[in-house]
């Protein structure tokens, strides 16, 4: 199953709206983590799988990347990434993730925003960016973590007033999709478990370097009184690996 809701027209005007679409990488409250593991970029070829609207393949090229591709599903969000681009080297690529077919070895960096729980097999992409990266390449992702996507509902509980109470955790272990709302109803998703995501890189090759679990930068918390309930659950995972 491949949805693409961001080229719904309702879908796309919410997501607009978010602050990571308005402020680019500063608006992510996962950007400062995963920034502090990305490689040495300079005259590296990258790969970004779901580009969105293109705020990792920029940031590569500041980084002196010699090439950059970014594949999405979305033509909403490649327009917008190619309205915001303009440098010969960055590339973009409409395709889902599954179905992307490059040479052996042609990568560096293959580098992932949140876009994996929309993917139904991991195993079956990370074999694939395997076969992508160069020796020593790296593999760097973020999704949302299996905490915030065991449940169909993905909400908080809440008091009789409308305050968070808990985040309530069920069917961990039952992997596969959930049904869930984010900016509208009916969004694919895929669950699995912080292991399944950990053992299928490992299996396809991989070597972890690192596991992050990422809360807000001290920024974000000033800036933004809300952010203090994303200190109570994590609602991203991160894994760096290289290709041994």
């Not at 969004?187 to 490992?202: A, F, Q």
Request: a negative charge.
């Amino acid at each position: 199953m491949k949805q693409n809701k961001y080229d719904d027209s309702n879908f796309f005007s919410a997501y607009k709206q978010m602050a990571r679409s308005i402020k680019g990488l500063e608006g992510a409250g996962e950007w400062h983590v995963l920034k502090a593991l990305m490689p040495d970029l300079q005259n590296k070829s990258v790969l970004d799988l779901g580009c969105g609207f293109g705020w990792h393949c920029l940031y590569a090229r500041e980084q002196q990347a010699s090439s950059v591709i970014g594949v999405d599903i979305s033509e909403n969000m490649l327009q917008k990434a190619r309205e915001q681009t303009n440098d010969p080297a960055i590339s973009y690529v409409q395709l889902p993730i599954e179905d992307i077919e490059f040479s052996n070895s042609q990568f560096d960096v293959v580098i992932s925003s949140l876009a994996f729980h929309y993917i139904e097999s991991f195993a079956d992409i990370s074999k694939k960016v395997y076969a992508f990266l160069k020796p020593g390449g790296t593999f760097l992702f973020s999704v949302e973590h299996p905490i915030f996507t065991s449940r169909d509902e993905q909400d908080w509980h809440y008091d009789g007033q409308g305050n968070p109470q808990h985040w309530p955790v069920d069917q961990y272990q039952s992997e596969g999709v959930r049904t869930t709302s984010f900016l509208a109803p009916d969004v694919i998703k895929y669950h699995r478990t912080i292991s399944t995501y950990m053992n299928d890189i490992i299996e396809a090759g991989f070597v972890i370097k690192a596991v992050k679990e990422p809360m807000p930068s001290d920024e974000m918390l000033k800036s933004d009184p809300l952010m203090q309930h994303e200190n109570r659950r994590p609602m991203f995972l991160i894994i760096s690996a290289v290709k041994a």
